[in-house]
């Protein structure tokens, strides 16, 4: 999912390392807009397909109360759904054991032998991310009239007007990853329930102190320390010299992340 400024309907896109091009006509509704993936080719363009529905995106997405999107990602290919109050979710889609094969033709499908999908595709993470301007919707501005007429750039019309981003906000009701035998590997994620920005910070904290106190009992300089939360899983560790660099550098915040949603 994703758009910028005044877009009203849902990019599709996969951004690759060279080598990676749908190859077969997509079997998805919605029709192959580029097939390269490469992200050095084309401005970054990827290989994208555009919905053509205005609910897909914007203020008819939010106007219609949002949606259930799926992802199917095989050795195949990449499949995508999205269901609303108008085209209901199957019974099965937050259950114990989906099965895409009943859901009907995916709203997006990337496929065929000229890409190797699993050599391009792995280790990924789950992003939500709020850009402001950036590459794509900065060189954007002036090409939309609504947007120009608001102020000369992107970047000016954000530094000048930060009450217009009240409304900016993601608001997940569930979140889950199964593996493709329909085994549920990770647990529902309710708002309710979600960490804070500030919960995680303190994660943090408890790390930097933790690496303290390692050091102070001539522990090795760099002992790792698991922090919860800030890390895809419990086995990955952050190196204290750097947990206590970004507190320092960002007192009171959570930490600044940088996280990949495209391909290898």
């Avoid at 029709?31 to 990827?46: A, K, L, M, R």
Wanted: charged share 15%; hydrophobic share 35%.
């Amino acid at each position: 999912m994703e758009g910028v400024n005044d877009q009203t309907t849902n990019f599709m896109t996969l951004h690759t390392s060279p080598g990676c091009a749908v190859t077969s006509q997509s079997n998805g509704q919605m029709p192959i807009y580029s097939s390269n993936c490469d992200t050095s080719v084309n401005g970054n363009e990827g290989c994208s397909i555009h919905d053509t529905s205005s609910q897909s995106y914007g203020a008819g997405f939010n106007s219609d109360g949002g949606a259930q999107f799926a992802m199917e990602w095989t050795s195949s290919g990449i499949s995508i759904w999205w269901f609303n109050r108008n085209n209901p979710a199957p019974s099965d889609m937050f259950g114990a054991s989906p099965n895409p094969a009943g859901w009907g033709q995916p709203r997006a499908q990337w496929a065929g032998s000229g890409c190797n999908w699993d050599g391009h595709f792995a280790s990924h993470n789950l992003v939500f991310d709020t850009t402001f301007c950036g590459a794509w919707a900065g060189a954007d501005w002036s090409s939309d009239s609504t947007c120009a007429a608001k102020a000369s750039s992107c970047n000016d019309y954000v530094q000048n007007n930060p009450g217009a981003f009240a409304p900016a906000y993601w608001n997940i009701e569930a979140l889950k990853v199964y593996q493709q035998n329909g085994q549920r590997v990770s647990r529902r994620a309710e708002a309710a329930n979600a960490t804070t920005p500030e919960e995680d910070f303190d994660a943090l904290h408890a790390a930097v102190a933790a690496a303290k106190v390692a050091r102070a009992k001539r522990a090795p300089a760099y002992a790792p320390q698991t922090v919860p939360h800030l890390v895809p899983s419990a086995s990955q560790t952050v190196d204290p010299e750097w947990a206590r660099a970004q507190a320092t550098q960002f007192p009171g915040h959570a930490r600044p992340t940088r996280a990949r949603h495209d391909g290898n």
